[in-house]
């Protein structure tokens, strides 16, 4: 009779030759997207320019995208749950998007002065956001951030900013398991996400350094994991009572409402940062809040700082970003497409609870994340390193994109407008199978 730790045992071996099948199918299935990858190997690290979009062994190689689908090299279509990382809310060539693209296209692409869309999108956007008095525009989430946090520090003329286990505000600005080795060099104050005490501790001991608090309303990267509203009050209450800029990075969650995740709540920042579906699928990004801290780019004053970018004002971002928010994402369908995606978490959790599989869905709306193991999960804590789960995500990876589903290995999906309800029963359906398939090695 097999004792319990060779049955610990066997599950192990089991789920290490079930992820070893899977990814041999995956090799045999994608030879295109592995030709690309081992010449690309040539001339770029890893064969890669966007770490996110690798997985080993080689990633899907995407041909074209339509509506809510992907194509890839090797001839296989994907229900595109991926959305690139939320950036893709409208779908690929919405219409109404590609429309505007061609219109601006026809009258130059680089104008070097003003154009008649920037204006018209910072008064959009500080009609929509509660925190947006004054607004200006860049390229990425990395640098709304970089500027939003270069603000706080010259209005405070503080050096420090804190921000959160498991937060991710861009390439140089990483705290999953600790700092990133190529961090912006601020003065970090890293605090427990989620943790009321730890954290307001940590910020009274450290408040007359801090410029800023930077907190994503809904951690995006490190698992789809939403700031308690208890936990956003408290950071909001603590930064008013000392002085200090608070920031939300809303690049992911601006899609959670007109007004994104701060309207939501009801909890008001004094910067906040966006970017990601802003420019309609095109690079744009913007940081923005309170006139008085965003009253120091003004260059008519004698100390204005300046903020430039030779494609802050890029006039095919704007005219699709502009054309999104007034003819496809208005309040209304932003609202319904929230609470669509909180009806498909709550899908996928009765379905895990069902079959009893140790599985959960997280995230906030239409940005979500599958875990393979039970929740609740209220911080990148809470998820903590092991193999054996890195070895689960893998399969699911693997056998969703079997499928024909894609999104990201470690789990994050969203939900974009075009996507159907066939799309969505078929997500079902591929999960139901992943857990009925692979019970005892879930269950392991
Ligand atoms: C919350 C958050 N902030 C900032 C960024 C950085 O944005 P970008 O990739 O446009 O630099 C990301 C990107 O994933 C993000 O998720």
């Known amino acids: 009779?097999?004792?319990?730790?060779?049955?610990?045992?066997?599950?192990?071996?089991?789920?290490?030759?079930?992820?070893?099948?899977?990814?041999?199918?995956?090799?045999?299935?994608?030879?295109?997207?592995?030709?690309?990858?081992?010449?690309?190997?040539?001339?770029?690290?890893?064969?890669?320019?966007?770490?996110?979009?690798?997985?080993?062994?080689?990633?899907?190689?995407?041909?074209?995208?339509?509506?809510?689908?992907?194509?890839?090299?090797?001839?296989?279509?994907?229900?595109d749950w991926l959305g690139e990382y939320s950036a893709g809310l409208y779908g690929h060539s919405h219409p109404v998007i590609t429309a505007a693209i061609r219109e601006a296209l026809e009258e130059g692409i680089a104008l070097g002065g003003p154009n008649r869309f920037e204006g018209a999108l910072a008064a959009e956007l500080c009609r929509r956001f509660p925190s947006l008095q004054l607004v200006r525009f860049c390229n990425s989430g990395t640098e709304a951030n970089l500027f939003a946090i270069s603000a706080a520090r010259a209005y405070t003329g503080r050096p420090a900013v804190m921000v959160f286990e498991g937060g991710y505000h861009g390439g140089v600005f990483h705290f999953r398991a600790g700092e990133g080795a190529i961090n912006a060099p601020f003065p970090w104050v890293v605090a427990p996400f989620n943790d009321l005490d730890?954290?307001?501790a940590l910020l009274e001991e450290r408040a007359k350094e801090l410029a800023a608090v930077l907190v994503e309303p809904v951690q995006g990267s490190a698992g789809a994991i939403p700031a308690e509203p208890a936990f956003l009050r408290t950071l909001r209450e603590a930064c008013t009572r000392h002085g200090i800029c608070l920031i939300f990075d809303e690049v992911m969650t601006s899609r959670s409402s007109a007004g994104g995740m701060q309207a939501r709540l009801g909890v008001t920042p004094d910067l906040t940062t966006l970017g990601k579906y802003l420019g309609g699928g095109l690079g744009l990004a913007a940081f923005g809040g309170k006139a008085a801290i965003m009253a120091q780019f003004d260059p008519r004053r004698p100390r204005a700082i300046p903020h430039a970018g030779t494609f802050n004002n890029a006039v095919l971002a704007m005219a699709a970003g502009l054309a999104g928010l007034a003819?496809?994402?208005?309040?209304?369908?932003?609202?319904?497409?929230?609470?669509?995606?909180?009806?498909?978490?709550?899908?996928?959790?009765?379905?895990?609870?069902?079959?009893?599989?140790?599985?959960?869905?997280?995230?906030?709306?239409?940005?979500?994340a599958l875990h393979c193991r039970s929740g609740p999960i209220?911080?990148?804590?809470?998820?903590?390193?092991?193999?054996?789960?890195?070895?689960?995500?893998?399969?699911?990876?693997?056998?969703?994109?079997?499928?024909?589903?894609?999104?990201?290995?470690?789990?994050?999906?969203?939900?974009?407008?075009?996507?159907?309800?066939?799309?969505?029963?078929?997500?079902?359906?591929?999960?139901?199978?992943?857990?009925?398939?692979?019970?005892?090695?879930?269950?392991?």
């Open 1 to 79: 009779m097999a004792t319990a730790r060779t049955a610990r045992r066997g599950a192990k071996f089991d789920l290490e030759e079930a992820v070893a099948q899977a990814e041999a199918r995956y090799v045999a299935a994608h030879p295109k997207s592995r030709e690309i990858f081992e010449r690309n190997l040539e001339v770029m690290p890893g064969g890669n320019t966007r770490t996110v979009l690798f997985f080993h062994p080689f990633p899907v190689v995407i041909a074209r995208g339509a509506g809510a689908r992907l194509f890839d090299v090797d001839g296989h279509e994907y229900v």
């Open 198 to 200: 730890g954290t307001l």
């Open 327 to 368: 003819r496809v994402a208005t309040p209304e369908v932003l609202d319904a497409h929230f609470a669509r995606g909180e009806r498909l978490k709550a899908r996928i959790n009765a379905l895990a609870a069902e079959r009893r599989v140790p599985f959960c869905c997280t995230g906030a709306g239409s940005i979500l």
């Open 378 to 444: 209220r911080s990148e804590r809470d998820l903590g390193p092991s193999e054996r789960r890195e070895k689960l995500q893998r399969l699911l990876h693997f056998e969703l994109l079997e499928r024909g589903h894609y999104l990201a290995r470690r789990g994050y999906f969203t939900l974009s407008l075009p996507h159907t309800s066939e799309d969505e029963e078929s997500l079902l359906k591929a999960l139901g199978e992943f857990f009925a398939a692979r019970r005892h090695l879930l269950a392991g």
